[in-house]
């Protein structure tokens, strides 16, 4: 930090070798940097008074008057204050101190309003807060004060610049409503006004802007209707109005064309209802289209052959899209003739048909994602998926009434990293291809009718997720996780006819959070590694015979959250380590067991709602609500060295 003295100092030195208008420049600079508290980078070291102020960092002078017309210190990580004598630069013609930490409020109005060459002012990405400042120079083209916590409403006083080019306030706390007069800015090109907190409607006056190609106002409040003009802006390439309350229709197909030059159209997160307009899919420019969230009725239409530019297609979450009959709600996908493709993603539309017509004739050789999870799409799954669309990254088509093999052929997928494919009334082996999809991250196979062994997943080194819970799988448990790549995360394995026991080795599954074996022809011991698996939350052992005791590595297992060793054969005592593990546990079920001995009463168990422990007919002891037994005191010199005694009331 520059103390006031050096300041001083340095000003007076300055003082008798300046003329009135570049002594204040270097007074104004100075004053700048005497506000500034950390200079990481040590960018400011520069301007001291052995330099002439032009040469200074960041700063540009004129070359006739040797005056200040340009600031630019963006990210340069300093903190700091902005101070009010940038107000006496009467030169500048751009400041731009984007991507610093400058705190407390914008200097006021009315020194900005000195700045009457003023065409950029950029302060985006720091921590301003108060209100927007509102006077500028009517010569000011490009307003930056995005991703700070400017609050307050958007000033009228604002629509009076006739040049402004650029309006950047995202994410801000700006409140109230878009004043009338925004349509008075007839020079603006960008309006990013998204992530705020604005309410009302969007003005009639902005279809007035005819050089507008970049309109954002999504996550904020906004409601009522889009007004008709916005359909006059013919110059826009993005309108962006997510995440708002807007209720509305498109227009339909008679009454207007829709926005010539639309490259990205996003609405999602909104009540826009009534049909997909046909013009709206046959914009030949259209890159993105995310309609997804809304009410939308009535089909997908099916004429995109014009649009050769489409990259991504979301229209997930608009729950009444299907005819929910037996017409083919998927022939739209047939209809797109983009080699460009990256996106599709219909999820929860309640779309009905087959993929085997649907996906017949195209090709997409980009495709990346392709989800349609949640619908009523039945039939098989065609082995073209795995050949025609050869970049998969993602592909959902869980919940469906899917049937059917999976094919060989999705072996092919080399880049597939998600693969869910649950509910649904899939049947067969489990491909052994499977074990070439080496990038696989998430393979969610659950509830459908698979049979037979689990194939080798060696090869899948980035699996974190294996979910085949729910099906008649009937390896045993052993050969499942000796073939199972030790990063696993996730192992759904219930619900299936699983043999044998829980190997030794699942204590070499160190970032275990959850394993699920419930209802299986399990048997033997818990293995003492387990405990090694530290990081697990919830365990599920329940509904299987094994037995013997909990093993003392359990205490180990400090992030428990979650555990159900319900309807097997385990006896001993319930270990009192158990309550020592309250801070997680926060679900306990040993009923239906043969565990005896004292209950223990601290920690979770002090919570009879929290833990279960029916069906266990040797226990005593425990907090009242148990209503059990209480235990039999026993003489240790009679019994020699028990480490316990039964008492625990
Ligand atoms: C200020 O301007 C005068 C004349 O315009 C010039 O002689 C002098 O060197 C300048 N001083 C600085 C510090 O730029
Ligand atoms: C002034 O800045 C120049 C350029 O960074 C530097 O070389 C010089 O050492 C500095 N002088 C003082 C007194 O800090
Ligand atoms: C410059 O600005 C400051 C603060 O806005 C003000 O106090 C000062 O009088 C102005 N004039 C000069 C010549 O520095
Ligand atoms: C705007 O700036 C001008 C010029 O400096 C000044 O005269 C006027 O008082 C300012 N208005 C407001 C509202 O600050
Ligand atoms: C602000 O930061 C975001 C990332 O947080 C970045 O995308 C954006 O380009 C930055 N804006 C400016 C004007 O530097
Ligand atoms: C901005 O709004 C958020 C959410 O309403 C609030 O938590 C925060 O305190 C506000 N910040 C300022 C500076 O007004
Ligand atoms: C916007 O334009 C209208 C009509 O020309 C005018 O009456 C109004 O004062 C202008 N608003 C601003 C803030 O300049
Ligand atoms: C759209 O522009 C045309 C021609 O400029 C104009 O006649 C029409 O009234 C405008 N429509 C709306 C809804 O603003
Ligand atoms: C699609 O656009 C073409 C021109 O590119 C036009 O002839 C046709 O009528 C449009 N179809 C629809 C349904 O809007
Ligand atoms: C698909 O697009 C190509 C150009 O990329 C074009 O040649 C072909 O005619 C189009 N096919 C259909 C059916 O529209
Ligand atoms: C597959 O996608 C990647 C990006 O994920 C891209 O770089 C590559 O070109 C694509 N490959 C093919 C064959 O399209
Ligand atoms: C496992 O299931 C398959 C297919 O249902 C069956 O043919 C096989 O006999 C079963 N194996 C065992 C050991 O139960």
Redesign the pocket.
Known sequence: MLSCWSTMTMITFSLSTTSAGNHTDQLALLAFKSQISQDPLQVLNSWNTSLHFCQWHGVTCGRRHQRVVMLDLQSHGLTGSLSPYIGNLSFLHTIDLGNNNFRGEIPSSEVLGHLFRLRVFALSNNSFTGELPSNFSRNLESLSLGGNKLSGTFP??L??LQKLKILYLWGNNLTGSLPY?LG?LSSLQLISLGRNFLEGGIPDSIGQLKSLYFLSLGENMLSSKLPPSIYNLSSLWTLSITMNQIVDRLPSDTSRTFLPNLRGLFIADNHFFGPLPSSLFNISTLEMLDLGKNGFTGKVPDNMGNMQKLQVLVLSEINQLGSSGHADDLKFLSSINSTVLRIIRASDCQLSGTLHKSLANISFTQLEELSLSGNQISGIIPSEIFIKLPNLTILRLNDNFLTGNIPQDIGKLNNLQALTLGNNNLSGRIPSSINNLARLLHLKLNNNNFEGVVPNTSNLQSLLELGLSGNKLNTTLEQVFGQTTHGLLYAYLADNSFTGSLPVEVGNFEYLVRMDVSNNYLEGEIPNTLGKCLSLERLSLMGNSFRGSIPPSFSSLQGLTFLDLSQNNFSGEIPMFLQNLSSSLQYLNLSFNNFEGAMPTQGIFQNASAFSILGNNKLCGGISELQLPACPIIKQKRFGNIKSLWVRR
Request: glycine share 0%; aromatic share 0%; hydrophobic share 15%.
């Open positions: 009228k006083q629509c009076a007069d008075n």
